[in-house]
């Protein structure tokens, strides 16, 4: 089974949704797990924090909005999260962590391997969190592009309108170039062009991306008729389109920062580190 994605948004959850969700993420067949604004009593949402500690499916984990509501649900996404190893993406928009719960959280943000992105808006924060998350910041500025190449592959996956995205230069690797082929072959998308020159990655695998981008838009010209032929023609310019000697288009994933975000505390914060 191919990772999926569970969105759910401002509904209690019954016993039944739980198990699913908590077998999806054990068989890792969840991608993506957004449960804003949900209510679930606090075992169910101790089961699921069980589940997601051994996923190595899962990217991104989307708990806005109260989700994570009291001092022992923190200390049970923060046991989880010590496990964890493949979440890029944590969203607690809208929890009340205050400063005392971001500081039971704060270790295990510190030590994750994988995570780059994390939102902290409106969670009651004050000068004492404000310190702690300038600590999660890298000292030296910036990570590899092969550290969100995941992050990125989801966020593509996820939109419907991205049509070109333009990776020149930013440092992606083979990994990254997987990551992206991965998503491209079993992920639809509405991607159409992707510029993966000056990186580190193999003409071998820029072709393979570029020939699944070139067979999706045939299945879509054969479904759409005659009479998108023009329009047809223009996407398969565009998906293999040379810019110099290395140059390569073909529709993708993104490369991208650690970003931290917090409002609800006078001023918004937004904590950077360029790639």
């Known amino acids: 089974m191919l990772p999926s994605s569970i969105q759910i948004s401002g509904e209690p959850l019954s016993g039944a949704e ?10 890792n067949a969840v991608r993506l797990l957004s449960l804003r604004g949900c209510r679930l009593c606090d075992r169910d949402f101790g089961r699921i924090c069980r589940a997601l500690a051994g996923a190595t499916s899962l990217a991104q984990l989307n708990l806005n909005l109260g989700v ?3 001092p022992s649900r923190i200390k049970q996404l923060a046991e989880a999260l010590r496990t964890n190893r493949s979440i ?22 510190a030590l994750h391997p994988a995570l780059v992105a994390l939102d902290l808006g ?25 550290h969100v190449a995941g992050m990125l592959a989801v966020a593509v996956a996820s939109s419907r309108t991205l049509e070109v995205l333009d990776l020149e230069g930013t440092g992606l690797t083979n990994q990254s170039a997987q990551t ?19 990186n580190s990655i193999s003409p071998e695998l820029q072709q393979q991306i570029c020939d699944l981008l070139s067979e999706g838009e045939e299945e879509e010209e054969t479904a ?5 032929t023009q329009e047809r023609e223009r996407g398969q310019e565009s998906a293999v389109h040379q810019r110099g000697s290395s140059s390569w288009m073909c529709p993708s994933d993104p490369s991208s920062q650690m970003v931290l975000m917090t409002s609800g505390l006078g001023d918004s914060l937004l904590a950077e580190t360029e790639m």
């Open 68 to 70: 994570v509501s009291s």
């Open 18 to 27: 739980v198990r699913d969700i908590c077998r999806g993420l054990r068989d």
């Open 224 to 228: 759409g008729g005659a009479g998108n």
């Open 180 to 198: 992206l082929l991965d998503m491209v072959e079993n992920y639809p998308t509405a991607l159409r062009s992707l510029v993966l020159a000056e």
């Open 122 to 146: 409106d969670c009651m924060l004050g000068d004492e969190a404000i310190n702690l998350i300038c600590g999660l910041l890298p000292p030296d500025g910036a990570k590899s592009g092969d």
């Open 88 to 109: 890029q993406s944590l969203f607690l928009h809208g929890s009340p962590l205050t400063d005392a719960g971001l500081a039971l959280l704060n270790p295990a943000l």
